[in-house]
């Protein structure tokens, strides 16, 4: 009877040593699963939400540590056109009883609308401007947006800016024109005529710049008197056109986002060297 006895409680002891070491295990592997999925879960959520725009918050974080070389500078950033149902006719120029439209669509290309273009560069040249110690003011920040040329020129006259930079992409019935130009205020109908001559000054080392960057064909300088943004500027302008959307291989490049960054290095290198050139006048 001892030995039965003994026996039974040896085994019972031996069932529940496995039984407890099985629980153990279990226990273990699933709290490290949970573990695991936990971490995971943190991970990607923290991913995630650091990946709204990730290229502009790279690219802040790379320049930061630069010179301040526009510490001081105000530049307007007016992305042309807007998605918007609005529907009104302007003067074009305060000396002119003339009107045209205050609001256009702008041109597409096979699977992007020259609008969206137009921001996406202006918010990569924001980030490298402000990057370098420049006041950034933006004529708009969402593709939906109702402003008319003569209020983009006036965002621009109020802020007091140094510089307004119109950016745009181009159409044509040709699908074989491409390139890059600036267009520039001129004319009788400037309601500052001050701002001709500091405008095609930095017109033309802004395209430098942008072409040079991009190996763009440059198509030069074209003076404009019939844009209303111009005539009721103050300060001065200048209108990038960034290459065509009619012709495939700039609307391909056009929707790349390393093209969008060369631009608006481009953009950047072209203003420095202007302020640059600028203040070093008499």
């Known amino acids: 009877m001892a030995v039965r006895r003994w026996f039974g409680l040896a085994l019972l002891a031996g069932l529940l040593c496995v039984l407890y070491g099985c629980g153990k295990n279990t226990q273990n592997s699933a709290g490290s699963a949970y573990s695991g999925s936990a971490g995971q879960a943190d991970f990607f959520g923290d ?9 502009l918050e ?3 974080s790379d320049t930061s540590g630069q ?3 526009l510490a001081g500078v105000r530049i307007c950033l007016d992305p042309g056109h807007g998605v918007t149902t609005a529907s009104a006719q302007e003067p074009i120029s305060p000396l002119s009883q003339e009107t045209k439209a205050a609001y256009v669509s702008g041109a597409s290309g096979s699977s992007q609308t020259e609008e969206a273009v137009n ?9 490298e401007l402000e990057a370098l110690g420049a006041q950034v003011v933006m004529t708009r920040q969402s593709h939906e947006a109702t402003v008319s040329n003569i209020e983009r020129a006036q965002i621009a006259n109020d802020a007091g800016v140094d510089l307004c930079i119109r950016i745009h992409a181009d159409g044509s019935e040709d699908s074989t024109v491409s390139g890059m130009s600036m267009q520039v205020p001129a004319g009788e109908l ?6 001709e001559q500091p405008s095609a000054r930095a017109a033309e080392i802004i395209l430098e710049e942008v072409t040079v960057a991009t190996g763009a ?4 300088l074209v003076q404009r008197s019939d844009l209303t943004g111009f005539n009721w500027s103050e300060v001065p302008c200048v209108l990038l056109e960034m290459g065509f959307l009619s012709n495939p291989q700039d609307d391909a490049k056009l929707a790349t986002e390393q093209y ?3 631009i608006a290095s481009g953009i950047v290198s072209g203003v420095c060297r202007w302020i640059e050139g600028e203040k070093s006048e008499p």
Request: net charge positive.
């Open 47 to 55: 991913t995630a939400a650091g990946l709204i725009d990730p290229p």
């Open 58 to 60: 790279d690219q802040s």
């Open 67 to 69: 010179i301040q070389r």
């Open 119 to 127: 921001l996406a560069v202006a918010q990569l040249t924001r980030i």
């Open 190 to 195: 400037l309601g500052t005529p001050e701002i």
């Open 217 to 220: 064909y440059n198509r030069g």
């Open 260 to 262: 969008r960054q060369q």
